[in-house]
């Protein structure tokens, strides 16, 4: 009879930690599926001023030739010290 009960428990626990095993088997294979730290992607490319260095979206900078700048006084100066 306690052994009965030994074999019982040595299941259950067996089935617990097989269950366990599974569930981080899929959470680590999620994680490595889909990396979504750092990408930038999707709100389109950071350019960089030709006259002051700064860095702004693509959207929002204003494109002179094949330079961009920040801003209309930017494109108007010109390159600078960039
Ligand atoms: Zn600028």
Do not use: N
């Not at 366990?20 to 350019?47: C, F, I, N, W």
């Not at 979206?57 to 961009?68: I, L, M, N, T, W």
């Amino acid at each position: 009879m306690g052994r009965l009960f030994l074999l019982v428990v040595l299941a259950v626990v067996a089935i617990w930690l097989v269950r366990r095993a599974l569930v981080h088997a899929s959470r680590a294979k999620q994680e490595g599926a889909a990396p979504e730290a750092g990408a930038p992607s999707t709100q389109g490319d950071l350019v960089k001023c030709a006259h002051c260095g700064t860095h702004l979206p693509f959207a929002e900078a204003r494109a002179v030739g094949d330079r961009v700048y920040c801003s209309e006084e930017h494109a108007r100066l010109g390159p600078g010290r960039g």
